[in-house]
């Protein structure tokens, strides 16, 4: 069904040397200033996600918080996997941001209570 809409959109969009599926009018790469303008801020009003102003809660880059962040709780993702797809550089870069998502007090909890149950039968 994506497929088909992407088909169909392709070849009504306006046309550009790149081959775009969401260029601007002129075929060329959208502006992220102008997205965030344009589209993203007034779905946000729209939507109700306001501060008490009344303006857009979330930048654009906040859709990248919120994936990783459904990442790790509902998908189980490793911190490996979540370094790789969002590009970090480093492990240490996820861990910093993300770290407190990947910590499990309960197992950890049971994780020592098993070491201690060793270490007193041995």
């Given at each position: 069904m994506a497929i088909n809409a992407l088909r169909q959109w392709k070849s009504t969009c306006p046309a550009g040397e790149l081959g775009l599926?969401?260029?601007?009018?002129?075929?060329?790469v959208e502006g992220l200033p102008n997205i965030q303008r344009r589209l993203w801020d007034p779905l946000q009003v729209k939507c109700g996600l306001v501060d008490a102003e009344g303006q857009a809660r979330y930048?654009?880059?906040?859709?990248?918080?919120?994936?990783?962040?459904?990442?790790?709780?509902?998908?189980?993702?490793?911190?490996?996997?979540?370094?790789?797809?969002?590009?970090?550089?480093?492990?240490?870069m996820t861990y910093d941001r993300y770290g407190h998502m990947f910590a499990d007090p309960e197992g950890d909890r049971e994780a020592m209570r098993k070491l201690e149950?060793?270490?007193v039968a041995a």
């Open positions: 599926a969401f260029p601007n009018n002129s075929g060329h930048r654009f880059h906040s859709l990248r918080h919120a994936a990783a962040s459904l990442f790790i709780a509902h998908l189980g993702w490793t911190p490996k996997r979540v370094q790789e797809v969002l590009g970090h550089a480093s492990i240490t149950a060793a270490i």
